[in-house]
């Protein structure tokens, strides 16, 4: 049975009783052809690691690789990752910071509390423009 049409253009399905309503809003791809209930049902579902839903030469939906990040992206990911990474490592030092403040941090605490401080310290020298050859300091222990 074919009840969905798919696009190689947008990698998208579109159901069969749907297709008028695309046309009339003049968003059904020109290239949607018809696919079988099982290329939908495979094709919607979770793609093997390293895999998202392409289109193969001939129109039909494929499993393809996932590209690599263009610089600008890798940056842009690097530059969240580095703060959230100093996020939550500044979360934890708030803590610490208060328990010795007070002078009621355990002596774990305080190391712990140092190494979350060099931690940052060497978070704050990455450069995001570097990705995707950056080598991230270890969050410690």
Same mark, same amino acid.
């Given at each position: 049975?074919?009840?969905y049409?798919?696009?190689k ?8 009783e749907? =297709?008028? $309503?695309?046309k009339?809003a003049?968003?059904? @791809?020109? &290239? ?7 290329a ?6 979770i ?6 839903r ?6 039909? %939906? ?6 690599? %990040? ?5 940056? *842009? *990911? $690097? ?5 959230? =990474? ?8 708030? *803590? =610490?910071?208060?328990?010795?403040k007070y002078?009621?941090a ?6 712990? *509390?140092? $190494?979350l401080?060099?931690?940052?310290? =060497? ?6 423009? &570097? $990705?995707?050859?950056?080598?991230? %300091?270890?969050? @410690?222990?």
């Amino acid at each position: 049975m074919k009840n969905y049409y798919f696009s190689k253009t947008t990698c998208s399905f579109y159901p069969v009783e749907l =297709l008028e $309503a695309y046309k009339d809003a003049g968003t059904l @791809p020109d &290239d949607a052809v018809p696919v079988t209930d099982a290329a939908y049902e495979t094709y919607t579902g979770i793609p093997p690691d390293g895999k998202i839903r392409g289109a193969s030469n001939r129109g039909q %939906p494929a499993w393809v690789d996932i590209p690599e %990040p263009t610089k600008e992206d890798a940056v *842009l *990911l $690097a530059t969240m990752k580095k703060q959230r =990474l100093m996020a939550d490592a500044e979360e934890a030092i708030a *803590l =610490l910071s208060r328990a010795a403040k007070y002078g009621i941090a355990t002596d774990e605490e305080k190391t712990k *509390l140092e $190494a979350l401080e060099r931690y940052t310290v =060497l978070l704050s020298r990455v450069n995001p423009d &570097d $990705a995707p050859d950056i080598d991230w %300091p270890e969050y @410690p222990a």
